[in-house]
């Protein structure tokens, strides 16, 4: 059964870090690329940073620098490190494949970050 599972979310104020955790079923997981996405209130998901198999990482310019993908040293997680948040970054963050799983019809739910002071 795919499953994804993210946490690590929160409240923190504008220059603060947290770091998200996502826990997924393995399988096709473990064998393809795998993204960090967001969605703020009224706007689109978009991808924020990838990994490869192969540890090969990718940003969106909006995060380049402040955040840090990386596989947990448990087979199955993802991490994403995010340095010098700002109110910007708020919204719920998603793990997934990249692309996503299944056409995009299977998400975990998420979890929710809010930069404010």
């Known amino acids: 059964q795919v499953q994804l599972v993210e946490s690590g979310g929160g409240l923190v104020q504008p220059g603060g870090s947290l770091r998200l955790s996502c826990e997924h079923s393995?399988?096709?997981?473990?064998?393809?690329?795998m993204g960090w996405y967001r969605q703020a209130p009224g706007k689109q998901r978009e991808l924020v940073a990838s990994i490869t198999t192969r540890g090969v990482t990718n940003y969106a310019d909006s995060v380049k620098g402040r955040f840090t993908i990386s596989r947990g040293n448990a087979k199955n997680t993802v991490l994403l490190q995010m340095n010098s948040l700002n109110p910007e970054d708020t919204a719920v963050y998603y793990c997934?494949?990249?692309?996503?799983?299944?056409?995009?019809?299977?998400w975990g739910q998420g979890t929710q970050v809010t930069v404010s002071s």
């Open positions: 997934n494949s990249a692309p996503p799983i299944s056409g995009g019809r299977v």
């Open positions: 393995g399988g096709l997981f473990t064998i393809t690329t």
